[in-house]
């Protein structure tokens, strides 16, 4: 009679609202990562990406940071408080401070739809790994390089960063049938309560708002996990 094996890690799947404009989207990311990680042989995740736009009434050309803190908010970037977030960040695991060439550009913001119909197609076309490796990508691309997001050549270089096919991603930054589907995806979110990112689902019922300590998400993970063995 042969011993029994070690039991699989039980699978749960989560779904992603998030905009890459969100600095606490990829902190939060990080943070179930680092508990992922703590579960390992435990429990494993399934993720998947959905669309949410911050400001989808951003120009392609984007706004600097300290315009739109003040159109939108009526005051100036706080220097305290983007310190401290990437303090946290850092003890997640991912680096905010400037990476790429040269002297640091403006800090801006970008209109997110094309970014987001290419996220749609990854998921279609490659699957969650594809679809999460376009999405770091772009949070790179966002925060350590400070490229403009809603330039399609930009678009172009995270996908293919991404090892997503250059061609494959032309005609999806051009199709209008992949506009319709997030554009139904963010109503649903609405029509589901969604109104701040992150929000992460798990297995379709339990919602959790906000970034939270890995701490948190591992207490999260093993109590669905619990329901789903």
């Known amino acids: 009679m042969s011993a029994r094996g070690p039991s699989a890690p039980v699978r749960i799947a989560i779904d992603i609202w998030s905009d890459v404009m969100c600095p606490w989207c990829i902190i939060g990311y990080s943070q179930l990562q680092q ?3 703590s579960l390992a042989g435990e429990i494993a995740a399934d993720i998947r990406w959905r669309p949410f ?5 951003l120009a ?11 159109r939108k908010y009526g005051r100036s970037p706080d220097v305290a408080m983007a310190g401290e977030m990437e303090r946290i960040a850092a003890e997640a695991g991912y680096d905010m401070r400037y990476r790429g060439e040269g002297t640091e550009p403006e800090r801006c913001l970008w209109n997110t739809l ?6 749609a197609w990854a998921w279609d076309s490659e699957g969650a790994g594809a679809q999460t490796r376009l999405k770091l990508a772009l949070f790179d691309a966002h ?38 589907a997030v554009r139904a995806e963010e109503e649903c979110a609405f029509a589901m309560g969604i109104t701040s990112v992150p929000t992460m689902l798990l297995e379709g019922r339990f919602l959790i708002p906000g970034a939270q300590g890995p701490e948190t998400y591992v207490q999260c993970l093993r109590k669905v996990a619990s329901r789903l063995s």
């Open 35 to 37: 508990a992922l990680a």
């Open 53 to 57: 736009e911050l400001n989808p009434d």
């Open 60 to 70: 392609p050309e984007g706004e600097d940071l300290a315009s739109h803190m003040q």
């Open 114 to 119: 094309l970014a987001h119909k290419l996220l």
């Open 143 to 180: 925060f350590q390089q400070r490229r403009a997001l809603s330039d399609p050549q930009v678009l172009l270089d995270c996908a293919e960063a991404a090892g997503l096919d250059r061609a494959g991603t032309q005609a999806a930054l051009a199709d209008p049938a992949l506009e319709a």
